[in-house]
């Protein structure tokens, strides 16, 4: 009855149990997966074009993958990180072969590794003899994490209210506005920082224009660059990271999600410069860059690096986007825009309809997307699908936007 009292969040009331209900969890559990597909208990398959937010890189039970977890599962877990851990070394010295950086920091979650890129802007300026930087500019409709400082650095008022006095030192700006960005530099600014492509936001494309702009203005004020690509890194965008696309690099990045292929992995890299500050005794943590993460983030590493492999994901990316734009035009009543680079594509749906709403009439029709904000369903596959993989989502993408046209047309229901 406690629960009925709290009006809080719109859990769906046949799915109670002992979690902490922060989530409206959708009463579906999966027991196994291949590839893009999983299968509920009951024996229902979905082609799951969600990826379970971006994690599950190369798809479900990807052998390479498994044979990386369970042969170092066999071997040896975990050692802290009081020990070296020669996995570990080897991930980063490939991050950092393949990245503007000179340093990676381990992580267990996207969160914590944005938390290990604030502290680091902040102790840079400090160790320049400038403490009083601390700010950092940040952007409406930013997503950063969950913990006290990253839901302050998103902006996001329902993610904070409630919370006690917002961490200091987030200053946000609207985006694609310049001269806010200006306005908002002071002598207190230590970093700007922002997801080359806003993933909870929408699907926002940042253009390489506005990026360079943003490298421009940090190198004039001596400020630091941060990009957040816990979402859109990793071969998520046709390229190893997204920064690649505007050919701005950052001097400080975030990774998580897709580096670990489904096992909790993330990494703060930096420039030798950005990490100035980072010496001996100044961050630490128990369980990131563990043996098992490090072999897994080694054996995603393999395949997303292999020849052709991140070729093979632009080339899906762009079928898949030209293949929506069709839908966009054949039914402009449900689909307004479709918007994303490589396997990040969103569809803004029209303002009749809710994106949760579409989102559950494609779960009807046996295929998962995710909604975002901006009223958007995004696709975040598994970066190993095809064009048969492709034709099937379209298929049945096409099937909800059928279905929900004649729900739109069905004369209003009487209460
Ligand atoms: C998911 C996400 C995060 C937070 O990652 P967690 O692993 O949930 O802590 C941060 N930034 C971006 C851009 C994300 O998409």
């Given at each position: 009855m406690i629960l009925k009292a709290i009006p809080a969040l719109p859990m769906e009331p046949n799915v109670t149990s002992a979690l902490l209900p922060t989530y409206a969890r959708i009463d579906l559990a999966f027991e196994k997966g291949e590839g893009a597909w999983l299968e509920a208990s009951g024996g229902k398959r979905f082609l799951d074009f969600g990826g379970g937010i971006a994690v599950a890189s190369l798809g479900?039970?990807?052998?390479?993958?498994?044979?990386?977890?369970v042969e170092q599962g066999q071997k040896i877990w975990h050692t802290s990180n009081l020990f070296r851990i020669p996995e570990g070394e080897k991930l980063a010295q490939r991050l950092v072969d393949n990245s503007f950086a000179d340093f990676v920091f381990f992580t267990n979650s996207g969160a914590e590794a944005m938390e290990c890129a604030i502290k680091m802007a902040r102790k840079y300026q400090y160790a320049c003899?400038?403490?009083?930087r601390f700010h950092i500019i940040t952007f409406e409709g930013a997503f950063h994490g969950r913990t006290l400082s990253t839901i302050a650095a998103g902006g996001n008022k329902?993610?904070?209210?409630?919370?006690?006095?917002?961490?200091?030192?987030?200053?946000?700006?609207?985006?694609?506005?310049?001269?806010?960005?200006?306005?908002?530099?002071?002598?207190?600014?230590?970093?700007?920082?922002i997801e080359p492509i806003q993933g909870e936001g929408g699907i926002r494309v940042f253009e390489p224009a506005f990026l360079r702009a943003l490298r421009e203005l940090c190198d004039e004020h001596g400020l630091l660059l941060m990009f957040d690509e816990v979402q859109t890194g990793v071969g998520r965008t046709g390229r190893l990271f997204a920064y690649e696309l505007s050919g701005v690099a950052p001097d400080i990045m975030s990774i998580a999600k897709g580096i670990g292929g489904g096992f909790p992995l993330g990494a703060c890299l930096a420039t030798a410069e950005a990490a100035k500050g980072m010496v001996y005794g100044t961050h630490g943590t128990t369980f990131g860059?563990?043996?098992?993460?490090?072999?897994?983030?080694?054996?995603?590493?393999?395949?997303?690096?292999?020849?052709?492999?991140?070729?093979?994901?632009?080339?899906?990316?762009?079928?898949?986007?030209?293949?929506?734009?069709?839908?966009?035009?054949?039914?402009?009543?449900?689909?307004?825009e479709v918007r994303g680079e490589g396997l990040m594509q969103g569809l803004r749906i029209s303002e009749k309809v809710l994106n949760t709403d579409f989102a559950a009439a494609l779960r009807d029709q046996g295929v998962l997307l995710i909604p975002a904000g901006d009223n958007v369903v995004r696709m975040l596959p598994p970066l190993i699908i095809g064009e048969a993989e492709v034709a099937e989502a379209v298929k049945r993408i096409e099937a909800a936007c059928v279905a929900t046209e004649k729900a739109l047309d069905a004369p209003a229901k009487v209460q």
């Open positions: 479900y039970n990807h052998p390479a993958l498994v044979k990386a977890l003899g400038k403490p009083e329902k993610y904070l209210e409630g919370f006690g006095p917002a961490v200091q030192g987030f200053d946000q700006v609207p985006i694609n506005d310049l001269d806010a960005v200006k306005a908002a530099i002071g002598p207190q600014t230590a970093a700007i920082l860059g563990n043996p098992l993460a490090m072999a897994v983030g080694n054996a995603v590493l393999d395949v997303v690096l292999s020849d052709g492999f991140l070729d093979h994901v632009a080339r899906t990316g762009l079928l898949l986007k030209q293949r929506l734009a069709e839908l966009r035009d054949r039914h402009p009543r449900v689909i307004a």
